[in-house]
């Protein structure tokens, strides 16, 4: 039996999915990826998941109708994956998420801050889930060229 947390990204761009499976799985993550919401079922139904890594802005079916698909029946934590930028898009999404939460609920900042000692990410300067104050929290993927 395979340890390692297992993340699955859907996202339609192939050089995206490469690159974020390639980064989680440098830090001790298993994943799978899939390009459309068809294949990100079939895993779900096959697999056991720990997290979903999600686009909004897929072909057909998008990320947002799946996030609200998948909480209709599951409690599988999503982080949603967006080039979009409008605050619209942000509460859409932040309201088909992970509960109903009482503004002083502090319970996601003690998930991140979990989250950040399981990647070794110091949390007085993170490098891989960053705070964005006012706002939430981005995961910041540093792309290296040679």
């Given amino acids: 039996m395979n340890?390692?947390?297992?993340?699955?990204?859907?996202d339609d761009d192939r050089e995206i999915r490469g690159l974020l499976a390639q980064y989680l799985?440098?830090?001790d993550f298993r994943t799978t990826t899939v390009a459309d919401?068809?294949?990100?079922?079939?895993?779900?139904?096959?697999?056991?998941?720990d997290l979903l890594v999600l686009d909004l802005m897929l072909p057909g079916e998008d990320g947002l109708s799946l996030c609200r698909e998948l909480r209709s029946r599951s409690q599988l934590p999503i982080i949603m994956l967006t080039a979009r930028g409008e605050d619209v898009d942000r509460i859409v999404g932040l309201?088909?998420?992970?509960?109903?939460?009482?503004?002083?609920?502090?319970?996601?900042?003690?998930?991140?801050?979990r989250l950040r000692q399981i990647l070794g990410d110091d949390a007085r300067a993170p490098q891989i889930i960053k705070t964005v104050?006012?706002?939430?929290?981005?995961i910041g993927v540093s792309v290296v060229t040679e």
């Fill in 25 to 27: 799985e440098k830090h």
């Fill in 37 to 49: 919401g068809r294949e990100m079922r079939r895993i779900l139904e096959r697999s056991h998941v």
């Fill in 95 to 113: 309201e088909l998420g992970g509960r109903d939460a009482d503004p002083f609920d502090r319970s996601i900042d003690v998930r991140v801050s």
């Fill in 3 to 10: 340890e390692r947390p297992h993340v699955v990204i859907v």
């Fill in 133 to 138: 104050y006012g706002e939430g929290y981005v």
